[in-house]
């Protein structure tokens, strides 16, 4: 298992907006194969500053069979304009406590 | 519930022994009021960082309850050496989707 994580910065005064359209873009990745599980977390500190978490079966069900599909396209299309800077994504396995 | 996230960046080369490290620390961790679970992730595309995720029922019990404990002077002697820079900790409230 995988987990996807990245620090998500929208654009000021746009967070409701963008939580609507995120819930609407969760169905997307939720059919996604090799899909386990998402999440996304509002910053207390930061405002519009959000956490998305993502856990795969394996890395190449998001780097390549979530990211060369056509519903990546559309994932795109309704999220990617609200996030100023564009985020860089990382990957993370778990260590062993 | 809350959730602490921090990126940690991990001295060079220290990275297995801040591991072993890490788990005698969770010890302390999980003993905390108000602590409801921990992991630790392993980044695939930067060598020694890390991600750490703690659930808290109130952000109280970190910020007040855990930073103002012994078991805090204790946690920060273990862990605090290993980090370059020095890491910024953030809180996160899950959005509902």
Request: proline letters at 12%; hydrophobic letters at 25%.
């Given at each position: 298992m995988i987990l996807e994580a990245v620090f998500l910065q929208v654009k000021q005064g746009m967070e409701d907006e963008y939580e609507e359209t995120f819930r609407e873009a969760s169905k997307i990745i939720s059919s996604m194969a090799g899909y386990v599980t998402h999440g996304l977390q509002r910053c207390l500190e930061v405002e519009g500053k959000y956490l998305l978490l993502v856990t795969w079966e394996r890395l190449e069900d998001h780097t390549v069979g979530f990211r060369e599909s056509t519903e990546y396209q559309e994932w795109k299309k309704l999220?990617?304009?609200?996030?100023?800077?564009?985020p860089i994504v990382e990957h993370f396995k778990k260590v062993r406590l």
């Open positions: 999220l990617h304009h609200y996030y100023d800077p564009f």
